[in-house]
């Protein structure tokens, strides 16, 4: 639970706003840990360092830095010597030769025929010295960093950031961190049952967005048609179960972009910009609850009705002010709470209204309002933070800045 710094109420952790007062969450004091205090590095020598580091004591480092500079003068004799043995025949080493009264030195090989001497500091010893005061690194330790390489279509994207390669299964770019563009699937299944046609060529784009409204991926839309469900579509939420597995149609008419929702039990629902009029049986979205409208009319009829055996169903009356109720869904014909409508005017909200969702953080103060004028019933969102969604029943002409539930995912519409 998170105390709201402000009034002191208590909220769900996953809440942003306050349900007291509205005050942001965020800017609650969060007590943080007292800092560790780190012991100081060693002094050199070093400890519980390698075997090998152990034997190497300052004596033996510096004596490797003095001998670099300053070459034993053995060194080279020891060379020619082994040059030597190693160009001469076998019987030159075997037998050696008289010794002459007045022996000439022996020519010595030019530098370039002779192998170079190994000084102390490329030596075991030498080289490890050198390692530890930074002069020469580790191969152990070189690591090649390789940028990701753009794969081929099928198996990534490229980043309009950075360039590099994006896994399919991936919606941030692993170099840059910017937003993937998903293409369409390129299997897509043939959509011509359907009467129309795509044309291979992007125009608009869908993007997808997160619970606090931050663009998470982009979905190029077809200049013809696309088609969006959970598989064998052009663009696909494989991962969303409450999407049809053909969900929706995105096509072009001339300028205008059209959605068409497909027969589907959780169906399309649009963010509501003006106040637009509901009829018996429609539904629509106010934070995380699902409601659905019918008409007192309709509410009398099946009161009304018998059985097959004759038999009227016993219920009780409704009130002669009641127009209509508001139910909320749990599933297909499963109703949890039911709200019998009797003013013109029925406000809905967290806390304010005739109905209230005290448990639900993704519904405002007040909400929405549903309305009744000469008969007819009219829903209007009233400036929420999250907006109003009502289903659709027949396919909508877009506009840019639109907002869609398609099952789980909540997209903004860019023609």
Known sequence: ???????????????????????????????????????????????????????????????????????????????????????????????????????????????????????????????????????????????????????????????????????????????????????????????????????GESRGQLVLLREDGVDRASYDLDSGMTLVGREACQINFSGDEFLAPQHAIFSYRGDRLVLRPLPTTNGVFIRLRDEIEIRSGDSFRVGQELLVYQEASELLAAGRSEDDGGT?????????????????????GMAANAFLLEEDDIYLGRDRGQITFPKDGYVSGCHAVLARRDGKVFLKDLESSNGTYARLNDEVVLKDGDHLLIGQQLLRVEP
């Open 312 to 332: 009227r169903w016993l219920g009780s009356a409704l009130a002669s002010k009641v127009w209509g109720r508001l139910s909320q869904r749990l599933g297909p």
């Open 1 to 199: 639970m998170i105390h709201c710094p402000t009034c002191g109420k208590e909220n769900e952790d996953f809440f942003k706003f306050c349900l007291g007062c509205g005050s942001e969450l965020k800017s609650a004091v969060v007590p943080r840990p007292e800092p560790v205090e780190r012991e100081p590095l060693p002094e050199w020598p070093l400890q519980n360092t390698s075997p090998e580091m152990e034997a190497l004591s300052d004596s033996k480092i510096a004596e490797a830095l003095r001998s670099k500079e300053e070459p034993e003068p053995e060194v080279e004799s020891s060379a020619n010597v082994e040059f030597r043995s190693y160009q001469g025949e076998p019987s030159d080493v075997q037998e050696a030769p008289e010794a002459p009264e007045a022996p000439e030195a022996p020519e010595a090989p030019k530098p370039a025929d002779a192998p170079r001497a190994q000084s102390p500091v490329e030596s075991q010893d030498g080289r490890k010295a050198a390692i530890l005061l930074g002069g020469i690194p580790d191969p152990d330790d070189i690591v090649t960093v390789v940028r990701p390489a753009i794969a081929e279509a099928q198996t990534a994207r490229q980043c309009r950031v950075c360039t590099a390669g994006i896994p399919l299964d991936f919606t941030f770019c692993v170099v840059c961190g910017a937003p993937a563009v998903i293409d369409r699937d390129s299997a897509s299944r043939d959509v011509s049952e359907f009467g129309l046609e795509s044309t």
